[in-house]
């Protein structure tokens, strides 16, 4: 994919957040970008060496000018997507989670047994995803390997950063029996073939793939399987993803099997190590809290999914000061949305009922809200859609800092059907910010590069 012609230095205005809580607005700066795709310098525009360095990328060629009216935002890390699910997202989000299983989902994902439908369906779920500025994601593929070791090669061939797993699911009590692992024995030796087949595809890959074992979570899932997949994390070191603590039903399900909830049953089963990915966890308690900050556990806050299947929202607020890492997921399709812009909106959003309440017919204080030092900013919201999931998976990314990944997104404020220029009033970088996070559409999203390489083009079309 790369190119002769392959810019090294980007000229423009970025906005990015190397800290939680606060942002930076990089004003005509020159950013250098090295062969393999990471920051070398930053430069910013009152250093005296701009104007050299400037001189010399543009006499060699190798400048990318953002232009008049676009800025530059870190490419998205979203955290926790179902490839397979892809065909139907928006679908049935009104029916309770066990029917959306049995009658929509479980029937979907049977079909990726067959690899053409999926490399079909994945080339366009990557290319929508890139579209919408995600350059990593975090993928739970379907429970078949070789459907899923081809969404780790479209993503490479594509330029997509990828962490992607096959989904272990083996219970033939929980599992229809058209749609499950053959055992617990074959369901570790699929991942083990996985790690090894998508670890060499990530040696290959420009921007990265690595494997990830993926139980789908502990209710689908045998106890023989689960102390399988624990050993496979020991010995290879390989990430882990899974559902923890997402609903009413699973919480109570785990509690009765093992007298011990989620968290704790998949901390001994070896499955919580660090920069391993738990979805959801709205019912974390500070305790279990606590556990996950010592063992480096990650949380994929999935703000959208929540609202549908989990009669809570994650306060994410809580885990930040337990010092637990978190980053953002579309979770297509219990989320509706593959755009990590629509998940930064519903972040916020649900921080706001979550601090205060929601049933206005009780007294304020009875309303069950969590008060004051709940509710998420714009600008936190957006930095757990970027840095935030560059820290919870313990990579350098989605800062313009030196040493990270170059990956960019390039937003055009002046789209004939989406203007955010706000006709000039109110337009300090805050409120150019705002209203690129909250209101720009696909089509704001021009240019998309990954680890330094273009990877998708709509001025060219
Ligand atoms: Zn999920």
Known sequence: ??????????????????????????????????????????????????AAALAKVREAGTLYELGEGRFGLPGFVDIHIHSPQWPQAAL??????????????????????????????YSDLVDQLLARGSTTAVYLGSAHL????????????????????????????????????????QAVRDTETLIREVE??????????????????????????????????????AYVQTHCNEGQWEHDVVLERFGK?????????????EHSIMAHCPYLTEEEGEMFAELGVAVAHCPTANSYFSS?????????SQGIHVGLGTDISGGYSPSMYENIRQAVLVSRL???????????????????????????SFWLATAGGAEALGLPLATFEPGRAFDLQVIDVKRPDSDLTGFGVFDEPIDRLARILYLSTPDNVRQVFSQGVLVCDKDAR
């Not at 809570?312 to 930040?320: E, G, K, T």
């Not at 601090?355 to 969590?370: I, S």
Request: aromatic share 10%.
């Open 354 to 380: 979550l601090e205060t309440g929601v049933n206005a017919q009780l007294p304020p204080e009875e309303r069950g809200g969590l008060g004051e030092g709940t509710r998420l900013s714009l600008v936190e």
């Open 312 to 320: 809570a929202v994650a306060p994410v607020q809580r885990f930040r």
């Open 200 to 237: 060499a595809i990530g040696r290959k890959s420009r921007a990265g793939a690595w494997p990830v074992i993926t139980p789908r979570f502990i209710p689908s899932c045998t106890d023989e399987v689960l102390r399988g997949l624990g050993n496979l994390a020991e010995s290879t070191g």
């Open 1 to 50: 994919m790369e190119k002769a012609t392959q810019p090294r230095a980007f000229y423009g205005s970025f906005f990015h957040t190397p800290e939680y809580g606060s942002f930076e607005y990089l004003e005509r700066a020159l950013i250098e970008v090295g062969e393999d795709g990471a920051i070398e310098r930053v430069i910013a525009h009152d250093d005296p060496n701009q």
């Open 146 to 185: 070789e459907a899923t070791v081809a969404l780790a090669e479209i993503c490479a061939e594509r330029g997509q950063r990828t962490l992607v797993g096959k989904t272990v699911m083996d219970d033939p009590k929980a599992n229809p029996d058209y749609y499950r692992d053959a055992s617990p024995e």
């Open 92 to 121: 049935a989000l009104d029916e309770p989670l066990y029917r959306w299983l049995d009658e929509r989902t479980f029937p979907l994902e049977s079909k990726f047994a067959d690899v053409d439908f999926a490399k079909k369906v």
């Open 261 to 273: 909830t989620d968290p704790y049953a998949l901390r001994d089963f070896g499955l919580l190590r």
